[in-house]
């Protein structure tokens, strides 16, 4: 036996009773201010992402009317509208979702059902999580260069439907991920038993894993996408314009969108503008808000009936 | 007795006839479309570099990347150009650092608060709420700094200028803050219970058990959540675009107009360069930098949470 094992056991080289100090009334008195500090913490996080809120609101809301619905850009502050804008982005958000979802779902189901454990799923996997981290300015300049540059024949140079491929791919690693994390989730005895019937591969992810996991699916691709149309910067590096006075008119057309708009008006120095600014960034924050609350029910209901 | 006799072409065996050769044909498209989906994700990563690089190269074979580095100047848009990256480096530095001073605290405190001391109906609400707020789009934070926080900092800040490093940095601190509060939260929340319960039989307060069991115990989660924050200022734009100003000085004060390499590369990109300019090869240098910073900081992450992460049954 070495000199350190037993020694804790001789009562003469522990601690005397008398020596140790509990000290109980000082570590409760530390563990209060410790709790205190937690709760202020998240009331102060939240305290003043509601106080900016509602300033927002405050300064918007006598702008909001239809009339700024249905307007569009103007360089009157007071008959300036979010038509063009508002249009662009539900372009986008359509052109991006018929991209985004059909590839990073078949990602996902890819390398959760048919590749896993390959070398080349593990460096998909590595490669998505950089994809992630990669900021959305980044992204931007890839779109200029691709979307913009090489491919000016298809998409016909700063069109929406380059800031839509942009965007696509932008969200793709969130799609994937969350398409995979749910396909984890269902049990294997159901591919086991589909398969024990003598269905394929592909026939039981079909029938059975993807009904189940398309609620969590949903969910994922829903947060990308409000991530997507919240995105300011790839936006204004691929060429948004932030005067577009009419309504996209095809895939190939200039676009502008919400985000672009709230920041010509922000960055312009007339207050006049800044009450366009807070208005358009109530639509926006209404959308992204009940985009993201349809998504977080579906994850929920998903999580109970699992 | 006959009537229970059926002829061979009659039996079940013959009726049922499964299509192996078209299920395993159509089992096979599928997969070659989606596994060429899957390569799709490479070829962006693919493209990202390679975008990066062709322009950068073009950009040092006419600026020295002595100068690049070493340069105490960022003005590539005046006539007599100077390419000092760090101008620009120290504005995202500044900021950035900033930022984490508001968010690691309040985040790391909020994530305890809603793990260890939150009632759980609580938290079965404030975590979804803040799932939500993570999801306010970050012009509108750049707004909120500009507009609402720089005119409250200047009544009791004297010499703050409209654009000035500190609101955008504590602005971009709050629109980190959910994030690294919920992802953190996630990783306390995982820490198991027995945990928890060992230590308090061991006599320890819950502090004691919160700070010196449950902390370490979910630390890679902790950290890879603070780098990913750290990533995240270092690429934001909006904020501090909006309120940080354009105007590319090497200072720490943070009271001064400054210029982030995002809020750059938003600049000259938003001013239709042409193709094939050195300005438009400056974006391209500025991204990479911006990259390479933030594949850093991603591979870090990586190690850390490898080297650190503490596996439970």
Same mark, same amino acid.
């Given at each position: 036996?070495?000199?350190?094992?037993? #020694?804790?056991?001789?009562?003469?080289?522990?601690?005397?009773?008398?020596?140790?100090?509990?000290?109980?009334?000082?570590?409760? #008195?530390?563990?209060?201010?410790?709790?205190?500090?937690?709760?202020?913490?998240?009331?102060?996080?939240?305290?003043?992402?509601?106080?900016?809120?509602?300033?927002?609101?405050?300064?918007?809301?006598?702008?909001?009317?239809?009339?700024?619905?249905?307007?569009?850009?103007?360089?009157?502050?007071?008959?300036?509208?979010?038509?063009?804008?508002?249009?662009?982005?539900?372009?986008?958000?359509?052109?991006?979702?018929?991209?985004?979802?059909?590839?990073?779902?078949?990602?996902?189901?890819?390398?959760?059902?048919?590749?896993?454990?390959?070398?080349?799923? #593990?460096?998909?996997?590595?490669?998505?999580?950089?994809?992630?981290?990669?900021?959305?300015?980044?992204?931007?300049?890839?779109?200029?260069?691709?979307?913009?540059?090489?491919?000016?024949?298809?998409?016909?140079?700063?069109?929406?439907?380059?800031?839509?491929?942009?965007?696509?791919?932008?969200?793709?690693?969130?799609?994937?991920?969350?398409?995979?994390?749910?396909? #984890?989730?269902?049990?294997?005895?159901?591919?086991?038993?589909?398969?024990?019937?003598?269905?394929?591969?592909?026939?039981?992810?079909?029938?059975?894993?993807?009904?189940?996991?398309?609620?969590?699916?949903?969910?994922?691709?829903?947060?990308?996408?409000?991530?997507?149309?919240?995105?300011?910067?790839?936006?204004?590096?691929?060429?948004?314009?932030?005067?577009?006075?009419?309504?996209?008119?095809?895939?190939?057309?200039?676009?502008?969108?919400?985000?672009?708009?709230?920041?010509?008006?922000?960055?312009?120095?007339?207050?006049?503008?800044?009450?366009?600014?807070?208005?358009?960034?109530?639509?926006?924050?209404?959308?992204?808000?009940?985009?993201?609350?349809?998504?977080?029910?579906?994850?929920?209901?998903?999580?109970?009936?699992? | 007795?006959?009537?229970?006799?059926?002829?061979?072409?009659?039996?079940?065996?013959?009726?049922?006839?499964?299509?192996?050769?078209?299920?395993?044909?159509?089992?096979?498209?599928?997969?070659?479309?989606?596994?060429?989906? /899957?390569?799709?994700?490479?070829?962006?990563?693919?493209?990202?570099?390679?975008?990066?690089?062709?322009?950068?190269?073009?950009?040092?074979?006419?600026?020295?990347?002595?100068?690049?580095?070493?340069?105490?100047?960022?003005?590539?848009?005046?006539?007599?150009?100077?390419?000092?990256?760090?101008?620009?480096?120290?504005?995202?530095?500044?900021?950035?650092?900033?930022?984490?001073?508001?968010?690691?605290?309040?985040?790391?405190?909020? /994530?305890?608060?809603?793990?260890?001391?939150?009632?759980?109906?609580?938290?079965?609400?404030?975590?979804?709420?803040?799932?939500?707020?993570?999801?306010?789009?970050?012009?509108?934070?750049?707004?909120?700094?500009?507009?609402?926080?720089?005119?409250?900092?200047?009544?009791?800040?004297?010499?703050?200028?409209?654009?000035?490093?500190?609101?955008?940095?504590?602005?971009?601190?709050?629109?980190?803050?959910?994030?690294?509060?919920?992802?953190?939260?996630?990783?306390?929340?995982?820490?198991?219970?027995?945990?928890?319960?060992?230590?308090? /039989?061991?006599?320890?307060?819950?502090?004691?058990?919160?700070?010196?069991?449950?902390?370490?115990?979910?630390?890679?989660?902790?950290?890879?959540?603070?780098?990913?924050?750290?990533?995240?200022?270092?690429?934001?734009?909006?904020?501090?675009?909006?309120?940080?100003?354009?105007?590319?000085?090497?200072?720490?004060?943070?009271?001064?107009?400054?210029?982030?390499?995002?809020?750059?590369?938003?600049?000259?990109?938003?001013?239709?360069?042409?193709?094939?300019?050195?300005?438009?090869?400056?974006?391209?240098?500025?991204?990479?930098?911006?990259?390479?910073?933030?594949?850093?900081?991603?591979?870090?992450?990586?190690?850390?949470?490898?080297?650190?992460?503490?596996?439970?049954?």
């Amino acid at each position: 036996m070495t000199a350190t094992g037993p #020694k804790a056991f001789i009562p003469d080289e522990g601690i005397a009773p008398d020596e140790f100090e509990p000290n109980l009334v000082g570590r409760y #008195k530390l563990d209060k201010v410790f709790a205190y500090a937690s709760w202020a913490a998240t009331i102060i996080g939240l305290v003043v992402l509601a106080f900016l809120l509602i300033s927002t609101f405050a300064d918007g809301l006598p702008r909001l009317g239809s009339s700024f619905l249905t307007s569009f850009p103007s360089r009157n502050a007071g008959r300036a509208g979010i038509a063009s804008a508002l249009a662009g982005t539900v372009w986008l958000l359509l052109i991006t979702a018929a991209f985004a979802f059909p590839i990073g779902v078949g990602t996902g189901i890819y390398l959760q059902e048919f590749a896993t454990d390959s070398w080349f799923a #593990k460096m998909v996997e590595v490669n998505i999580s950089n994809l992630a981290a990669v900021p959305s300015i980044i992204y931007g300049l890839l779109g200029l260069m691709v979307f913009v540059r090489i491919l000016e024949p298809i998409t016909g140079g700063r069109s929406v439907l380059a800031g839509g491929l942009t965007l696509a791919l932008l969200i793709l690693p969130v799609i994937i991920v969350a398409t995979r994390e749910t396909l #984890k989730a269902i049990p294997d005895s159901l591919r086991i038993a589909g398969m024990a019937l003598g269905s394929t591969r592909w026939q039981v992810v079909r029938d059975h894993v993807l009904p189940l996991a398309l609620p969590g699916i949903l969910t994922g691709t829903i947060l990308g996408l409000s991530r997507a149309i919240g995105e300011t910067a790839p936006l204004i590096v691929i060429g948004a314009q932030t005067f577009v006075p009419f309504l996209p008119t095809g895939l190939r057309s200039s676009f502008s969108a919400l985000p672009i708009q709230i920041f010509n008006w922000t960055s312009r120095p007339q207050e006049a503008f800044h009450a366009n600014a807070a208005a358009a960034s109530i639509v926006l924050l209404v959308v992204l808000v009940s985009m993201n609350a349809v998504a977080i029910y579906l994850r929920n209901r998903f999580q109970q009936n699992r | 007795m006959t009537d229970s006799y059926l002829p061979p072409e009659h039996s079940s065996a013959n009726l049922w006839q499964p299509n192996r050769v078209a299920s395993k044909r159509s089992q096979a498209i599928v997969k070659f479309i989606f596994g060429s989906f /899957a390569v799709l994700s490479i070829f962006t990563t693919l493209g990202i570099v390679a975008t990066l690089i062709v322009e950068t190269i073009k950009f040092f074979s006419q600026v020295s990347l002595v100068q690049f580095l070493f340069d105490n100047q960022w003005t590539p848009l005046f006539s007599e150009p100077h390419y000092g990256i760090f101008v620009l480096i120290s504005a995202t530095f500044l900021t950035s650092l900033i930022a984490l001073l508001v968010a690691v605290p309040l985040g790391l405190l909020a /994530a305890v608060c809603l793990s260890e001391y939150a009632p759980r109906n609580v938290r079965a609400w404030l975590k979804p709420a803040l799932e939500i707020l993570a999801g306010v789009p970050t012009v509108v934070f750049g707004f909120f700094a500009l507009l609402i926080v720089t005119p409250i900092l200047k009544t009791f800040i004297p010499g703050l200028q409209t654009f000035n490093g500190l609101s955008a940095g504590l602005i971009l601190g709050i629109a980190l803050l959910p994030t690294i509060a919920s992802l953190s939260e996630d990783a306390i929340f995982a820490v198991p219970q027995d945990l928890r319960q060992g230590s308090y /039989a061991l006599g320890a307060t819950k502090r004691e058990t919160v700070t010196d069991v449950v902390l370490p115990a979910a630390l890679s989660g902790i950290v890879a959540a603070i780098i990913l924050g750290v990533a995240r200022a270092v690429g934001e734009t909006m904020i501090v675009t909006l309120a940080a100003g354009q105007n590319p000085t090497l200072t720490l004060d943070p009271r001064v107009p400054i210029q982030t390499m995002t809020s750059f590369i938003v600049q000259v990109a938003g001013g239709d360069v042409p193709v094939g300019t050195l300005k438009y090869d400056t974006l391209f240098a500025v991204g990479m930098t911006l990259f390479v910073i933030t594949l850093l900081l991603n591979i870090l992450s990586f190690w850390f949470v490898r080297k650190f992460q503490e596996k439970y049954e």
